[in-house]
């Protein structure tokens, strides 16, 4: 859970493993609102418009490297105070198993007023700040103190939206965003979802204003999809820093960094699993 360097900062990649203050007044924490303003949405050729359905607790309580893989895939919704619901498929992800990972900010058991909900039960946002103005979003898992974090989001709808929030944390004057780069990092997600620091300790099972949902028409079958790799900014973690804990859909052009490495291992255990599987029939 540490964070890259500083000229990465636009591009925070993970969590850190020190515990940095937030530089903003405390009122920021209760600014909860954004000026959206209708701006017209269209939607993915991927989003379906069957209805979806909303995960709930049974879903979060497992495993933290086992949410970590069930959260690709799935739709992360954030419904506005004007009733827009914006949505991502969640492509990119990170597991950090609580106070064995050196990397985690739980680790060794440490309880602070930062990581409480790392410690509440799964399915509970865990939203942090980087470099004092970027924010993450983990959600808690089985395991004392373990969380997966949300790297990388594919845009579904409301990408004008996003569009907008996201320019309203960029220079003015600063290149359109491709649709590809509204979501393709942990920082970058909850800007373009306005995911803020007062989710903190809310449970994205019950929550109004942000839940996982399923859409039965994209169900996504991992079985040789998912990328295996090591986290992103924790390399002075020792050992923590080479385990596979961040996952991701090979291929997919929203996931924020490739591992050519790991995808090569991947294909080739998907093409060994395959011949073995010709080899039966």
Known sequence: MTTRKRKNSLLPQSESASDQTDAEPLKRLNQCQ???????QHLSPYFSMRESIRLTYSFFNQPC????????????VRKLTDGTELRGRVVETEAYLGGEDKASHSAGGKRTERNTAMFMKPGT????????????????????????????LE??????????LRAAKRKAGAKILKEKEL??????????LDIQRCFDRRDLATDTEVWLERDPEREIDCAGEVVSAPRI??????????????????????????????????????????????RTV
């Open 125 to 152: 946002i865990y939203v942090y700040p980087i470099y004092g103005i970027y924010l993450c979003m983990n959600v808690s898992s089985q395991g004392e103190g373990a969380a997966v974090l949300l790297r990388s």
């Open 233 to 278: 900014g924790v390399e002075s973690h020792g050992e923590w820093a080479t385990k596979p804990l961040r996952f991701y859909l090979r291929g997919h052009p929203c996931v924020s960094v490739l591992n050519r490495d790991a995808e090569r291992q991947t294909q080739s255990s998907t093409d060994l699993r395959n011949t073995e599987m010709e």
């Open 155 to 164: 845009p579904l709808s409301g990408q004008d939206v996003m569009r907008g």
């Open 65 to 76: 490297i086992d949410l970590a893989k069930a959260f690709l895939g799935k739709v992360l």
């Open 183 to 192: 979501c393709n990092g942990p920082s970058k997600l909850c800007q373009a």
């Open 34 to 40: 954004f000026d959206t303003n209708s701006v017209p």
